[in-house]
């Protein structure tokens, strides 16, 4: 592979490199050339969104991941899929309260899915014991999913929020 200049276009031309590289497998090969190109090019948001996925699926590091996520947002505000990546990741710290700052970012986000945005508010409150919180956002969730299997995994967050309330 050969540098990377950070002329236009370059960088767009070693993400599809990158993309194709993860598509063979090759998640060494594509993590490195993601890094390079984010190097390169720090305001390329498709290669931090990759990066941040690689490193918290493949490589369960959810710290650089949510600092790629964060990159990923700052360079294209409007990348929506970003903002629930990057509250996943927020969630796996336990960084509660950057979690939900970015989701109530996220809910302004023109085209972001709110049954995502509502289902991660939902296992934000689960997750802090405010059961009757997390049922009212699960029912969000629900309400704007198209989903059978989105719908089926509320309906789940909905009945396991009945039962910890009466066990707690």
């Known amino acids: 592979m050969f540098p990377i200049n950070d002329r236009a ?16 497998g090759d998640l060494s ?20 969104m990759e990066l941040g996925k690689i490193l918290m699926t493949h490589l369960d590091d959810a710290e650089y991941a949510a600092d790629c996520f964060k990159k990923a947002v700052d ?3 409007t990348m929506a899929l970003a903002y629930i990546a990057y509250a996943d990741a927020l969630f796996r710290l336990e960084r509660f309260a950057e979690m939900n700052a970015v989701l109530n ?7 972001i899915r709110k049954d995502l ?7 934000l409150m ?11 956002h699960f029912r969000k969730a629900l309400l704007e ?21 009466k066990y707690s």
């Open 9 to 24: 276009g370059d960088s767009d031309r070693q993400f599809q490199n990158a993309v194709e590289l993860l598509r063979s």
């Open 29 to 48: 090969g594509a993590s490195t050339l993601l890094t390079r190109i984010t190097h390169a090019n720090p305001k390329h948001a498709k290669a931090w």
């Open 75 to 77: 360079a294209s505000p």
């Open 105 to 111: 970012q996220a809910r302004e986000v023109k085209g």
């Open 117 to 123: 945005v509502y289902e991660r508010f939902a296992l």
């Open 126 to 136: 689960e997750s802090q014991g405010r059961y009757e919180e997390a049922i009212e």
């Open 145 to 165: 999913s198209f989903s059978d299997e989105d719908i089926a995994r509320c309906e789940k967050g909905i009945g396991r929020c009945n039962i910890k309330k």
